[in-house]
Structures are given as structure tokens and as C-alpha cells.
């Protein structure tokens, strides 16, 4: 245990702030206090995370409220928001929400969207809409597993599931985190796949769909997304150079013709790699309207279509 957790679980149990602490190092605990903070330490060594003794933790610059029954929210996450931020259209969900973290950022920087945030868990909804409330966020929260409660479309799906792979040796330092936020099969990528599958048809035209995904996974979620016909596919590094969120863009059959001028007058070609759009024929297309086959790449949008409603 480092010296600056001990300082936060005394901070903790005083209820004051760092400044306060180093005011007043004279202060003495209560009874009461001193029990309390000797039990913290005792969870802390045990291994327990700061965050579950605390109760809170620091995401994009803003304090959530954590509990276990809920994923501690990580910096790496961050990433996904800024990449939602920067493929944001008016209608946001974020599937799995956990805390809340990802969607009731979202819902404050992007004044305009509406987001809707799912999670399967009862328990960590409460937190999440817990955590709405206090940050002053507007976020419609739903009991759902992935899509079974929400309706779309919408133009920007954002994920952060559960992707370790069952046995997983880093498994045994989260064993205080909800193994269903953690774990997903085999190879971990069960809920990715189910997601990447079910996504489409709850996608505007241009709508794009991003994952958090494990730092070994890159390659298999592109492929997973090229399968289910998305293009514009796009995968971002973390800060630490790993390869942890890929998403892309979905047209469907009607509104790709629509929005072909816009994209042809408008936007210049850009970093975005694995375009894949059908020639101007008509050929690549599925009975089901979605996109077929490795097409020949063509400039896309680097956002969602405008003024879809
Ligand atoms: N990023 C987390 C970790 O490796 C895992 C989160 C997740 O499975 N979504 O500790």
C-alpha cells in the first residue's frame, strides 16, 4: 500500500480534501474513524481496488461513483469517448453501461445528442442512473441485454463489453470486479461478436458502431466488422500504442444512393483505412439492403450523415 493511498483513505474517512489534510496534519481520528479507516486498510491490502473503498473514481475529469457492482471505470476508456465524440451524431447509445461513465460523458459534452445507455446488470443501472443524477446528465437508462429493450436507429454505437478470455491469467488481479463486465467466452470476444451481428439493423445509414476491445484483439474484431459489412473501419491506439478501439460505418442499400452526392462533393479522403463500398451499380448489395462484398474504396464521411432524424 503506497503512502498516497493511506492519505486518500484518511481524506476518505475525514471527508476532507488533500489541501485540508496537508493543513492539519495534527488532526486526530474518532474511534469511530480510526475503526473505520483500519478496516479500509485491512480491504486494501487484501488486494481490494482504491476505488471500491472510496467509492469513486476520476473519469474524463469528472468523479463517478463506483460500487462492485460495477466495472472501475479506466483511463483506456477514455479513448472511446473521444473517438464517439469526434463520430457523434444526435442519437448516442452506449451498450453496457456499467457505471455510466461512457454515456453520461457523452450526453455532457454533446449538448445536442440524445443518449440511451443499456446495461443487463439492475445493480449497476442504479449506479449509472446514480451517477446521471449527480452529474447533471440526461441519459435514458434501460434494463436490456445489448439491443432487447431499445428501438433505434442510431447514428453512433459505442461499447465497452467484456472481453477477457475465460482463464485469462490478468483475471486473477480483477477478481473484484463483476466477471460479467469482464469475461466473454473462450476467446473473450463473445459479447463482441453478438454485438458487431445484432448492431446493424439498429443503425442509422452512416451510422457508426465503436468497441473497446483487448489489446490482443485487434485483428479479429476487423474482421468480425468487415463480415457484418461495416466500412470506413477504423482502428485507434491507446495511449500506451495498443490498438483498443475499431469501429466503422454502416449504409444501408436506400440510403447510401441518397447520400453518395454528399459524400462525393463534400469530403476529401482521409486516414481511414478498409473503405469498402460497392461500385456506383448497385452491385455489392444484399437482398436485406446492407452492403456485400469487398468493394472499391471510395472517400467517406468522417461523420455521420447530417440531419437524419
Ligand atoms: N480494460 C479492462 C482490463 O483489462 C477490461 C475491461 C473489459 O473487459 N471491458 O482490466
Not at 247 to 252: K, P, V
Request: proline residues 6%; hydrophobic residues 40%.
Amino acid at each position: 500500500m503506497t503512502t498516497s493511498e493511506t492519505r486518500s483513505l484518511l481524506r476518505h474517512v475525514l471527508g476532507i480534501s488533500a489541501a485540508a489534510l496537508a493543513a492539519h496534519p495534527e488532526q486526530r481520528l474518532n474511534a469511530t474513524q480510526l475503526e473505520r479507516f483500519n478496516a479500509l486498510v485491512t480491504r486494501r491490502r487484501a488486494g481490494e481496488p482504491m476505488a471500491y473503498l472510496t467509492g469513486k473514481r476520476e473519469f474524463y475529469s469528472r468523479d463517478f461513483v463506483v460500487s462492485p457492482a460495477v466495472l472501475i471505470p479506466r483511463p483506456e476508456t477514455e479513448l472511446l469517448v473521444e473517438i464517439g465524440l469526434s463520430h457523434a451524431g444526435k442519437r448516442v447509445l452506449d451498450l453496457g453501461t456499467g457505471s455510466g461513465c461512457v454515456a453520461i460523458t457523452l450526453a455532457l459534452e454533446l449538448k445536442q445528442a440524445r443518449v440511451t445507455a443499456v446495461d443487463y446488470s439492475a445493480a449497476a443501472l442504479a449506479v449509472a442512473r446514480d451517477n446521471g443524477r449527480r452529474l447533471g446528465a440526461t441519459v435514458d437508462f434501460r434494463e436490456s441485454h445489448w439491443f432487447s429493450a431499445v428501438d433505434g436507429p442510431f447514428d453512433l454505437i459505442v461499447a465497452n463489453p467484456p472481453y477477457i478470455a475465460e482463464g485469462d491469467r490478468h483475471l486473477s488481479d480483477l477478481h473484484f470486479e463483476p466477471s460479467s463486465a469482464l469475461t466473454s467466452g473462450a476467446d473473450g470476444l463473445d459479447a463482441i461478436r453478438q454485438i458487431i451481428a445484432e448492431a446493424p439493423p439498429y443503425l442509422a445509414s452512416g451510422g457508426w458502431l465503436f468497441l473497446e476491445h483487448g489489446y490482443d484483439q485487434a485483428v479479429a474484431v476487423r474482421e468480425l466488422l468487415k463480415a457484418a459489412h461495416f466500412s470506413s473501419i477504423e482502428q485507434h491506439q491507446d495511449m500506451a500504442g495498443i490498438v483498443r478501439v475499431s469501429g466503422g460505418c454502416l449504409f444501408s442499400n436506400n440510403e447510401y444512393g441518397k447520400s453518395r452526392i454528399g459524400i462525393i462533393r463534400n469530403l476529401s479522403v482521409t486516414t481511414q483505412v478498409g473503405v469498402n463500398l460497392p461500385p456506383l451499380q448497385g452491385e455489392g448489395w444484399g437482398g436485406d439492403g446492407v452492403l456485400r462484398g469487398i468493394l472499391p474504396p471510395i472517400p467517406l464521411p468522417t461523420s455521420p450523415l447530417k440531419g437524419e432524424e
